[in-house]
Structures are given as C-alpha cells and as structure tokens.
C-alpha cells in the first residue's frame, strides 16, 4: 500500500528553523491533497498545513507567515519550512496524503510522525 516516511525533526532553539521532509511510496496512481499535522502533549492532532494538487495552500492561524508548505510531485514528496519556531510548536508532526491507490479507492495515510522539539 502506501507509506510516508517524515525526516528533518529535531531540536531547535527558539526562533530557529527546521525543515520537514515527508516521502511518498508504495502503490500510488495519484496523489491529491498533502499536509502536515501535530501532535502536542495533551492535545488533539491539529492541521498545520495543506497543499493541494494544484498547489494551493492552506494554513493553520498558527502557523501563518512562519511556516510553508510545498510539494515535489516527481519525487513524491512534502515539505514544510519552519521558521520563526516557538515552543509552543514543539509536536510530533505528521505528513498526510490523500492518494488514489487504484481506480476506485482513494484513502487518507499517515507517517509515523517526526519529533519537534522547540527550546525557550
């Protein structure tokens, strides 16, 4: 099937940056929205960011003018820029796709999640 596989976590100091990269493989004859979640301590897994097939985007309040999203379709893949980070974004962040694995299913999948880590 399809699987998603995140890099680029880690920690960084307050207002540092990191770049997240999620790669797609398996079984896909069409990839259409991606996206990045997070996972904070104690709370429920949020949307930070989506980028469609045609490339438009979309982002959490949080995460505007600070984070961006962007998509290599060739190589079938995700990314999301982190910068200006707070604490606060300190996660486990997700890269979801919506994918097309055959001509009559399309489903939602998930990475493993990368761990961020943003000291104060």
């Known amino acids: 099937q399809v699987q998603l596989v995140e890099s680029g976590g880690g920690l960084v100091q307050a207002g540092g940056s990191l770049r997240l990269s999620c790669a797609a493989s398996?079984?896909?004859?069409?990839?259409?929205?991606m996206g990045w979640y997070r996972e904070a301590p104690g709370k429920q897994r949020e949307l930070v960011a989506r980028?469609?097939?045609?490339?438009?985007?979309m982002y959490a309040d949080s995460a505007k003018g600070r984070f961006t999203i962007s998509r290599d379709n060739a190589k079938k893949m995700v990314y999301l820029q982190m910068n200006s980070l707070k604490p606060e974004d300190t996660a486990v962040y997700y890269c979801?796709?919506?994918?097309?694995?055959?001509?009559?299913?399309?489903?939602?999948?998930w990475g493993q999640g990368t761990q961020v880590t943003v000291s104060s």
């Open positions: 979801n796709i919506w994918a097309q694995v055959s001509m009559f299913r399309g489903d939602s999948f």
């Open positions: 398996g079984t896909i004859f069409s990839i259409n929205d």
């Open positions: 980028i469609s097939s045609g490339a438009g985007t």
